[in-house]
Structures are given as structure tokens and as C-alpha cells.
């Protein structure tokens, strides 16, 4: 079993950014798949972006060009680097983590363990 928490949200001006991290304590991530997924109030939980074991990474298109997904260099915690954030981009933003799911899957249903959520809020 492992245990995600996600921290790292709050209030931000359109056009900023923050810096969402993903942990599991005293478990590297290492074996994991590691995703980032987002739900909007009224909306389906959604993928955001992805990065496999060996460190590949890949974007929903909403996202491309102004988020980046990345691994520390223990293994032990993923970020989710956001900027030039938009009011669309409001959501509770989730880290999710998979055993055998292939690279480049967006799918929920394939991800094993889940977080808490932590909330982004986008005001102009």
C-alpha cells in the first residue's frame, strides 16, 4: 500500500504559478507510474500529466508548454511545476500512482493509489 500526499496549492493571480509536490513517506517511487490528475466543480476528474519510471514525461494538451512534471533525484517526490496559470486551471489537483500501467496512460481507472487532493484557485 502507499500513502500519497499532495501539498503545495492555494490563491493565485492569473498568469502566476506554483509548485505542487507529491510524497509518499519512507517509500521511494521509483517502481511507479506517477501521474497528476484535476477535477473542477460540475466536471469530471481529469489527466493533467504523466512521468514514467524512467523519467518520461507527458501533458494533456490543455496544459503543454506551461506545466512540467518531474522526479527528484531520490526517487521520492514528484512535482508539478504550473505556470502562466489560467482561471480554467482551478481545480482540486490529485497525484495518483500506478504499478503496471503502460507509459503515456490518462486513464483513472489505471492508477492504483490516490491522494487526498490539494486545491488551486486562479483569481484575475
Known amino acids: 500500500q502507499v500513502q500519497l500526499v499532495e501539498s503545495g496549492g492555494g490563491l493565485v493571480q492569473t498568469g502566476g504559478s506554483l509548485r505542487l509536490s507529491c510524497a509518499a513517506s519512507?517509500?521511494?517511487?521509483?517502481?511507479?507510474?506517477m501521474g497528476w490528475f484535476r477535477q473542477a466543480p460540475g466536471k469530471e476528474r481529469e489527466f493533467v500529466a504523466g512521468?514514467?519510471?524512467?523519467?518520461?514525461?507527458y501533458y494533456a494538451d490543455t496544459v503543454k508548454g506551461r506545466f512540467t512534471i518531474s522526479r527528484d533525484n531520490a526517487d521520492t517526490t514528484v512535482y508539478l511545476q504550473m505556470n502562466s496559470l489560467k482561471p480554467k486551471d482551478a481545480a482540486v489537483y490529485y497525484c495518483?500512482?500506478?504499478?503496471?500501467?503502460?507509459?503515456?496512460?490518462?486513464?483513472?481507472?489505471?492508477?492504483?493509489?490516490w491522494g487526498q487532493g490539494t486545491q488551486v484557485t486562479v483569481s484575475s
Open positions: 495518483a500512482a500506478s504499478q503496471g500501467a503502460p507509459y503515456s496512460t490518462t486513464s483513472v481507472s489505471e492508477y492504483d493509489y
Open positions: 519512507g517509500r521511494t517511487l521509483s517502481t511507479w507510474l
Open positions: 512521468i514514467s519510471r524512467n523519467r518520461r514525461p
